[in-house]
């Protein structure tokens, strides 16, 4: 059965519209995000009903393989032997009811009953309320899953996997580089509710006249007072923050702050510099760095998507700024940013003080947001994911300064990507590069020892952001000069 045009009606039915985008996200394996965007813009549903249906779709698909599990102890029928409509409505009403403690576990499946009886048939209803109510009886749903994870699992791997609802070939990938504590405490905080980081354009206003005015409007706000959020604040949520006058003014700007200490504490751009802005759209980075400078200087910033390119020059405008540049280009392909080769119609060969890359990666680090991440990724695409960004570096740097600097950034958690990339760019050119000393600032260190996080200190070429380091995305940065 096909059931991905039935989300289109007038009704307002959270619970129904949330079976429809998971079953054509199931189906199509489409982005989630942007599938949760298309079947909410209905003006049938308010702002409460659009909340609702996020954390219903989204923590189902963040626990999949948990429910699955949990729904196969009361199940007569193995999982894949139950219909896939059907196993969409044991899905999001389980996670319901594991995690949902305030929504009333006779409204979930009463509703559940209804979603099957109306769009399936009559006999699935019943295997539905059937197997919903056997799940509804368990006292401490949550904990009884667990313990029956624990007790019925014997491999590592596979136990992680269902604890925690990530693959086993992430879970095996990430247990052989960083054993299991560490795997344990990635997977524990990417399974976490994100936080949302709000840059501050410190060259239209300040923290404190910002803070003061969205305090006003939102009561969402998490503390973090550290100097190292000196740029940046914290809200629970972004419902609705592009309405606020002061986003469309440009004085704020959402940017992880995983992103935020690649651009200000490694890039580190400086007043009248040239900077060459790779993978830049949609721009959070490409406008921090302008910021940073003044909005003098020159920043010249590239994506292969003119789609992508408009969203970045959107917020260029927005933020109201000067200094920066756009060409569409795919830096993947040898000069790439040659005279022949782009709008600016001018020799870059030898021009930029400094390079930014955010390289293309499998964005690992970002599953808390993005939780379908984890399920359209396997070993082979990131390793082609790694040569791909090894090919942009390798473009890049005829674009560099006798010593200047590449910064290499991605928002994943992989050292197929990130540390054999860098180490295989150092190897090739071999006594014309070399890591930047002291990588990590004091700033940054004094914050991780005072929150007992400490760094491994043999490791000197590069930072790897855990996400539990700031509650922010994981990933990587590490600096390269080029040599005279």
Do not use: H
């Not at 003006?43 to 954390?55: H, M, V």
């Not at 599953?367 to 984890?374: A, L, Q, R």
């Amino acid at each position: 059965m096909n059931f991905l045009n039935n989300g289109q009606g007038k009704q307002k039915n959270t619970r129904a519209e949330a079976f429809f985008i998971i079953n054509e996200y199931t189906e199509k394996g489409s982005y989630l995000k942007d599938l949760i965007n298309k079947y909410i813009a209905k003006p049938c549903f308010s702002d409460l009903d659009k909340r609702f249906i996020y954390e219903i779709c989204k923590g189902t698909v963040k626990y999949l393989l948990k429910l699955d599990f949990l729904i196969s102890l009361y199940s007569k029928l193995e999982i894949k032997k139950i219909e896939p409509q059907v196993l969409n409505i044991l899905r999001i009403s389980a996670y319901q009811l594991l995690f949902l403690s305030r929504v009333p576990a006779y409204s979930i499946l009463d509703e559940s009953v209804q979603i099957a009886k109306k769009y399936i048939s009559l006999s699935s209803s019943k295997f539905v309320n059937a197997v919903l109510r056997s799940i509804s009886k368990q006292d401490n749903i949550l904990s009884y899953v667990d313990k029956k994870i624990e007790e019925s699992i014997q491999d590592k791997i596979i136990k992680l996997s269902l604890k925690y609802s990530f693959p086993q070939w992430l879970i095996k990938y990430w247990y052989k580089e960083f054993g299991q504590d560490r795997t344990e405490k990635i997977c524990a905080c990417l399974n976490e509710n994100p936080s949302t980081f709000v840059r501050i354009n410190s060259l239209k206003t300040n923290k404190i006249l910002i803070s003061n005015e969205l305090s006003k409007l939102r009561d969402n706000f998490i503390k973090r007072d550290d100097k190292l959020f000196e740029d940046t604040l914290v809200l629970a949520s972004t419902q609705n923050l592009e309405d606020l006058s002061q986003f469309k003014e440009g004085f704020l700007n959402v940017q992880d702050f995983s992103s935020q200490i690649a651009v200000k504490y490694f890039l580190k751009p400086k007043k009248d510099e040239r900077i060459l802005d790779l993978c830049a759209a949609p721009g959070g980075k490409t406008t921090y760095m302008a910021e940073l400078i003044g909005d003098t200087g020159e920043i010249v910033s590239i994506d292969i998507s003119q789609k992508k390119i408009e969203l970045l020059e959107e917020n260029v405008s927005r933020a109201g700024l000067k200094s920066v540049s756009t060409v569409c280009a795919d830096a993947s392909k040898k000069d790439f940013l040659d005279n022949t080769g782009n709008t600016l119609n001018r020799s870059f060969i030898n021009y930029f003080d400094k390079i930014f890359l955010d390289a293309p990666c499998s964005a690992l680090g970002t599953i808390s947001k993005n939780p379908d991440v984890k399920y359209n990724k396997n070993l082979e695409s990131i390793r082609r994911l790694s040569q791909l960004s090894f090919s942009i570096l390798e473009n890049c740097k005829k674009y560099l300064k006798n010593e200047g600097k590449i910064i290499f950034y991605t928002c994943t958690i992989s050292d197929i990507e990130n540390q054999a990339v860098v180490e295989k760019f150092m190897e090739v050119n071999k006594g014309k590069y070399k890591f930047e000393k002291n990588l990590v600032p004091a700033i940054l260190k004094d914050f991780l020892n005072k929150n007992k996080i400490c760094l491994d200190e043999n490791i000197n070429n590069y930072f790897e952001i855990m996400p539990y380091y700031f509650q922010s995305e994981g990933g990587f940065i590490t600096s390269m000069a080029r040599l005279v």
